[in-house]
Each structure stands twice: as structure tokens, then as C-alpha cells.
């Protein structure tokens, strides 16, 4: 992988803004040095800390953004208000081929409202979806929509199954991905509708990938597919409960080192071994969200994150950008539509 | 609490049956000896078990049912074919008032199918749901529906909150529970209309207990209310993911522990407090889920269930059958039917 590549950076967003951003710009940068920033943000907020860092400078454009994208803000108003804003012109960036991707710790309804009008969706996409992968049993899973849209139909649930799929090509270098459809059962016959319909669909049209049919909540973790797709309410809950859920235990497991002072000369002896752990578990490995069905990159960092996230969302993004990834995705949904048309006689319901 | 108290089991259900079932009366008649039990089962199965079991033995009487309701049956079939099943005589005793509650880790969709059936739902009860209790920051929480109702309105789910709330009065002994509707956000315009009608429901009607509003996934195990409202598939797919999250890390952990000489060293030192660690995270403890909104007490133990796990589904039946929770119930029902029609002209979308 050679060649240089250009990543737009929404300096203003999330709440450690804009240090977290500019650090984690540093970070990327020293994990590939093949990178280049632009980066959008308030010049008497960005310039002062930019000043300091030498190595960064050298590789980041500074454009002064005069306005700030709030977190309380509807998309709407974002839209209507934000023109000017650190977020769309990071945004813009992407649309006008001055950079390959942009990355925002920013409000997600905004992002996502901007992506959409500037990037616009490729075709045979309804609506984006915003995707992530977290770690399992087998090592790593992607599922997909984790909250773009609160309810989908079956022709949304199966094309993020095709999006989902080339995402996971792209990212985890998966020839080809398993797929499943989050169900409160596996059995044929369980769920509802749109699940049914969209279950019918993925059987009889022949993508990339092996579809494994329905999972459970409990096959998210197991990672019993590549690739899990769901609507953005339930894959929203799902994310955010296994989020809750390793908190939970590992606040227990502080409590049970804590409980003896055997427990804690323990503790001291596997120190370095829980310190793996803990990375192995760190959320900010997995930070950074992926909105699909654009023509074009953007990742949503977390709100929260540390210069250590942002840097990993970062470096999801350079991956995307140098596996060509949106051509992936617009080739599979183009085989989509092809399918679909073969099969429609067949394929009543859709 | 005097008295004694009688339990009908399912001998016949789940995958350890009926030895599971036998010895995990055992061990709940061990904890609490005022229970009873009536087992409902196939005699060349339950009796030779039974006949070595001499103080359970003392307070069970056994009824031979001729029928198993096998777990792939469909509800439907099971009502139809399984009237002298073990599951629908033990549902029957309640039904009879021979027993106070009954119990079966058999076929959830059956046993739902025929508690409904026999027991009918309670006045102002559209449709039942599935709760349960789990470990939390701050102690105990309740969740429902777990998987009865795949989709809901907002007078289900109205309903599921003034049901919980009785659950968490019973059952984990609150005066005044919090409770929230689960969502992709605490802020009030997030969400699809049902959870946005429930909310301005529940926001307009006096119901004991603290409505919190909405909460989101990772309030789970954060533990921000006594009670987590939700859909079926909702909740369903949410219980199971913070199943398989908790068997992920327990995973990670001992991968851990196993990663060095040092760390072996250190598990062995931190071993007794270990153990503390997996009691409270062991799933038989949160063994139990209950059918919520009938006249009488039914609860499903999970069908993989060893004797530990059924002896603690057996203490939860007989904890809601002592403390009356029928009745409050019924009360807190009948209370929810006075507001509304007290509160009817205001509450239009309802």
C-alpha cells in the first residue's frame, strides 16, 4: 500500500475537542505516515494546539471553519444552520475529492443529515445505515444499523445485508463474510414480518457471502456470523447493552480483586495479563462507525473519545479508502439490482 | 411468613428433565421448607427418581401425566395435543388452586399458550409478557417483555409498566420503583410512535412508582431504573446479548489467567475471590422468568437449567405467591383502568 491519502478531520466535534482530534490525528499519523489531514475547525480553538505539534503540522492543512455543530442540535437545523460549520466542510471535502474520507466525533444525526445531501447514497440504496465491528469469540463481527433508522422495512434490511457484506470484505479482509439476520429466534418461522420477507429474499438471491439465516442475541458475541444485520433500534439497544454489559463486569471484577488481600496480591501478579485484557476489550479499539449506502466515507467517532479512539477511527477510514471500498459496495448492490430483477417473478413479496 | 405453600412442576421440561427438576425441588424444599410440591410427569420416569429422594419425597405428591410437550412443538399444537401433558396439569393445578404457582423449564411458547389459556389474563391486561430479574450496578433490576409479544403498541406498553412495577414490589421488595421505556435515546422526540404515545401515557397517569422516562441499552446493567420496559423482540434480543457479552468476557478472562506463569500464579491466589465473582454473574441466580398480566402465578426456568438453577425458579414462584402478587397486581391494574378513564379526554392519542 503506497501513495499518500487525504482524511478531512472535523476538528470541533465530540467533548475532548479539539485536542482528543488533533492528538489522534497525531497518532494516526505515526502508526501511517503515508497520511494527510485536512482539518476544519475555529482557528483561535485549532491553530494555538496545531502550532505545538511539529510533525502533524507538516502533514495537515488548516481550514478555519466559523461555525460549531452542537450536540443538542436536530438534524434539520444542522442542515439549515451548519453550512459554515467544521463538520460539512469536512463533509464537502469528501464530496469534492480533496479528501478520500471524513471523520467526526460530532453529533450523529447532523453527520449523518450532511453526509446524505453532500455524499448522496449510491444506488439501490433506500437509506444509509451506520455500521461497526466489536470483537467476539472467533475474533472480529460488523453489525449493521446501529441506529440510522428506527424502523426498516425487508428491502432495507437486505440491502444492508449487501452493504454490511462488503464492509466486512473490506475491513476484516474476509473473502467472504457469514451473514444473519438478528431475530428472537432461529427457527424459520420467528419474527416479524419484514424479517420473514427479508429472510425469503436473502435465500433466494445469490450475493456474496454465505447467509446463515436468522441469529440470536447471544450469537453477537459468539460471532456465529460475520456479519449481523438488524434495524437501527434493536442493533442501537444491542450495541449499547453489550457496552453496558462489560462495564458491569468489569466493575465486578474490580470488586472481587478488591475483596482479599490474597485477591489483590493476585491481582499484582496478572497485572500484565489483565492489562491485555483490558486493551483486549477496550472500547476505543472498536471506536469508529461507518455509514453505508454513501457515495463516499465518513465515520462517526464517539462522542466520548480519547485521542486513542480517534485515532483508530482514523485508521478505519484509511482502511476503507485504500481497499476501494466504495466501489465494493457500489458493484454488490449493482449485482443486487440485477438479481432482484432476475428473481422478481419469483420473489412476490419484495 | 408461616404457612405452607404448595408449587406444581413440570417434571417433563427442559433438557435435564426430570432430574434437574427432582433435585432442584430438592434443594428449594432444603432452603425453604414450608413448600410443597405437586409433580406432574411420566412415572416410569419421575417415580424410581422420586422413590431415592426421601425427604422430597415426604412433600411431593406425584401425579402421572401421560403426555410430553416436546420443544419444537408450535403453541397451537401443544394446546391441541398436550391436554394430559405434565405442563398443562401442572398449569391446571394453579388454575384448580391446588398449587400457588407452577413451574417448567419446558417449551416457552407452549407453556405461555396454555397459562393463558387456563389462567386467563387479568381485568385490563390486553396482552401478558415475559419478566425477569438480572445484576445490575446498583443491585437488581426487572426487564420485560423478554420475548412474549414480537411487536407492541403503546397500551401494551403502558400495561408491561404498571405489570413490572407490581414484579419489582414483589420481588425484589421496593416501595416505589423507577422505571423506564427502553430506546435509541434518552431524549423525548427519540424513538418510534408507540414508545412516544407510551411515554406521554405514562408522563399524564399517577402509577406507584417513578416514571424515569426513556433509557437506553448500556442503563441495562447501569442499573437506572428498577424496571426496563420494552417489546418482546426488544427485550428478547437485549437479555441475550448481555448472556453472550458476560460468556464473551468470562472467555477473555480466562485466556487471560491462562497467558502466563505469573498470571496462573495470581489466578490461584485470587481463586476463592473468583468464585464470588462467578456466583454473581452466574446465570441460575437470575434463573426464572415470569408470566406477567395472568390470574395466577406461572414461571419458565430456562430450558438448559441444571438443579440449582430450577431450585432458584422454585424460589421465585414461591416469593410472588407469599407476597401476594396476584393481588397487588390486580390492584395496580385496576388503578391504571380508573386514571385512564379519569384521564381520557387529555390522552387523545391513546
Chains 1, 2 share one sequence.
Do not use: W
Amino acid at each position: 500500500m503506497t501513495g499518500r491519502l487525504t482524511i478531512a478531520l472535523d476538528a470541533m466535534g465530540g467533548d475532548h475537542a479539539p485536542g482528543a482530534v488533533l492528538r489522534g490525528a497525531n497518532i494516526a499519523l505515526r502508526r501511517n505516515p503515508n497520511l494527510d489531514f485536512l482539518v476544519y475547525g475555529r482557528s483561535e480553538a485549532v491553530e494555538p494546539l496545531l502550532k505545538k505539534m511539529k510533525r502533524l503540522k507538516g502533514h495537515a492543512e488548516f481550514v478555519h471553519a466559523e461555525d460549531v455543530v452542537g450536540n443538542e442540535v436536530k438534524p434539520s437545523v444542522a442542515l439549515r444552520t451548519g453550512r459554515k460549520s467544521s463538520m460539512r466542510l469536512a463533509i464537502e471535502a469528501v464530496k469534492g475529492n480533496l479528501a478520500k474520507a471524513a471523520v467526526s466525533s460530532g453529533n450523529t444525526g447532523a453527520l449523518m443529515a450532511m453526509a446524505k445531501l453532500a455524499l448522496r447514497t449510491l444506488p439501490g440504496v433506500d437509506r444509509p445505515a451506520i455500521a461497526s465491528f466489536f470483537p467476539t469469540q472467533r475474533g472480529e463481527s460488523v453489525m449493521l444499523d446501529l441506529g440510522a433508522n428506527v424502523t426498516c422495512d425487508a428491502d432495507n434490511l437486505v440491502q444492508f445485508a449487501v452493504m454490511g457484506n462488503a464492509f466486512a470484505r473490506s475491513v476484516l479482509g474476509l473473502q467472504s463474510p457469514s451473514y444473519g439476520l438478528l431475530n428472537v429466534g432461529a427457527e424459520e418461522m420467528k419474527g416479524h414480518d419484514a424479517l420473514q420477507d427479508a429472510a425469503a429474499q436473502l435465500r433466494g438471491i445469490a450475493l456474496p457471502g454465505q447467509f446463515h439465516g436468522f441469529v440470536e442475541g447471544d450469537d453477537i458475541a459468539k460471532g456465529t456470523v460475520d456479519v449481523v444485520v438488524t434495524d437501527g433500534f434493536t442493533g442501537n439497544v444491542a450495541l449499547k447493552t453489550a457496552e453496558g454489559t462489560v462495564k458491569l463486569y468489569t466493575e465486578f471484577l474490580r470488586s472481587t480483586f478488591r475483596h482479599s488481600l490474597l485477591a489483590s496480591l493476585g491481582y499484582l501478579l496478572a497485572k500484565p495479563a489483565m492489562r491485555k485484557l483490558r486493551a483486549r476489550v477496550d472500547p476505543r479499539r472498536y471506536n469508529g462507525a461507518v455509514f453505508l449506502g454513501l457515495n463516499g466515507i465518513a465515520v462517526k467517532s464517539h462522542g466520548g473519545s480519547d485521542a486513542l479512539g480517534f485515532a483508530h477511527a482514523i485508521g478505519l477510514a484509511a482502511d476503507l479508502a485504500r481497499h476501494g471500498f466504495i466501489d465494493t459496495m457500489r458493484g454488490d448492490l449493482a449485482a443486487l439490482g440485477t438479481a432482484r430483477d432476475d428473481t422478481a417473478p419469483q420473489v412476490a413479496a419484495s
